[in-house]
């Protein structure tokens, strides 16, 4: 036994300056851990609720003194004495203090704290790095890998104040066979590219992950920059560097006219032509992955995306999926996907994120694990993308001390297995 002493939790900040949920669980062996949890600027209709203050009096509204006040004084009471190490017990004792579909009555943002705090505690108890203690608590038995970084060069829609629409331009580095190589690669591509858009006249100024944020006169202008960017670091397209995108679709979507609007490009696009535009855009940039390419609930268009396109480009369900075993169900029933996003503030649990991910698995969807625009400098995901064998992460720009704790982390493991 590994009882639980005590859990505090307190009001912090993320890396956009909002408050989010820290919290920290003391055994009464003295261990302690801790754990704080991102928040997304673009997030989808169906991910669990986020709990707020809306009180207007204090940051704008965006407090979480009430999440705070559910894991000081009703989450630490139930879990009190509660064995750290048995963590599928405590994350369902969590879900059936909220018991509501959402989590709207506790806050996933709450819960979450607890639940990886206490994952955190249960490695430090076993003498673990926390990789090796979610592999064997969830009986995780593929070969050990490393995710390939998918990283977040140019940053749009609600990641920063520039005019791009599409939310994420990245560069995914598959050449090198080692994890700190891959790394390497994207951050010399990314300084290449501020060298490139330095020499245009354009800003460098960098988005909420890292990425650049200069306003363009067309989207395929930061398509062709980084192309450039690749090719003039000393690596070849399609073959040592491939590219991603995270369109955000469902912030673009009008529901009234069933199209998707395009600003900086002055179009409209309905959803078949929007298909056939990464068709194309497949023909001349090396895709490797789409993600968000239609609104969440589009779900005859993600079909038909992915009759068409998913046997040459993964497509990635973040805000269609949402971490979410029913949405992801779903999905593969009715073949709207290859591939799905994860993110474990989506859901509120480390279960259920590790139900989600055993699902795709199982169906052979390609497994992303992802940050959020909103971050702190907890590295948890990082072991996490380790621990289940997940083929990608996406842990933004190598810019930022949030984002690069995440890098950093990776590079941790790869000392400690190689």
């Avoid at 396109?309 to 073949?335: A, S, Y």
């Amino acid at each position: 036994m590994n009882p639980i002493k005590n859990i505090k939790a307190i009001e912090i900040l993320d890396s956009r300056g909002n408050p989010t949920v820290q919290t920290k669980i003391t055994l009464k062996n003295g261990v302690s851990a801790k754990a704080s949890v991102p928040s997304g600027a673009s997030t989808g209709e169906h991910e669990a609720h986020e709990l707020r203050d809306q009180d207007q009096e204090r940051y704008n509204g965006l407090g979480v003194l009430k999440a705070v006040d559910n894991v000081n004084k009703i989450m630490a009471k139930k879990l009190k004495n509660q064995d750290v190490s048995k963590q599928k017990e405590i994350d369902k004792r969590l879900i059936e203090l909220d018991n509501t579909k959402n989590k709207s009555k506790l806050g996933a943002n709450a819960i979450l704290s607890v639940s990886l705090a206490c994952a955190r505690a249960g490695a430090k108890v076993k003498g673990q790095p926390l990789y090796k203690y979610i592999r064997e608590t969830y009986n995780f038995k593929k070969k050990k890998r490393f995710p390939i970084p998918m990283m977040n060069i140019f940053n749009g829609g609600k990641h920063a104040d520039t005019n791009l629409d599409f939310q994420e331009f990245m560069i995914v580095p598959v050449l090198e066979k080692n994890i700190d190589d891959k790394i390497r690669v994207g951050a010399e591509i990314f300084h290449v590219l501020g060298q490139i858009l330095r020499e245009k006249g354009y800003d460098t100024d960098v988005g909420n992950e890292g990425g650049y944020a200069p306003d363009i006169d067309h989207t395929i202008d930061a398509l062709d920059m980084i192309m450039t960017a690749i090719k003039r670091a000393g690596y070849e397209p399609g073959r040592d560097v491939f590219l991603a995108t995270d369109v955000g679709a469902s912030i673009l979507y009008d529901q009234k006219k069933k199209e998707y609007i395009f600003k900086l490009d002055n179009s409209s696009l309905s959803s078949d032509q929007l298909i056939e535009l990464y068709s194309t855009w497949l023909k001349k940039y090396p895709f490797i992955s789409i993600e968000d390419g239609l609104d969440e609930d589009d779900f005859s268009g993600w079909q038909k995306m992915n009759h068409e396109l998913g046997d040459k480009v993964m497509l990635v369900g973040d805000d269609l999926f949402v971490t979410n075993i029913k949405r992801l169900e779903k999905g593969i029933k009715e073949k709207l996907a290859n591939a799905i996003l994860i993110k474990p503030n989506q859901i509120g649990t480390l279960s259920e994120t590790i139900d989600c991910i055993n699902l795709a698995q199982k169906n052979k969807f390609k497994i992303n694990v992802s940050h959020r625009s909103g971050e702190t400098n907890d590295d948890f995901i990082s072991d996490l993308a380790f621990a289940c064998g997940a083929d990608f992460i996406k842990a933004g720009a190598p810019s930022r001390g949030e984002r690069l704790a995440k890098y950093n982390r990776l590079l941790e493991i790869y000392e400690q297995e190689k």
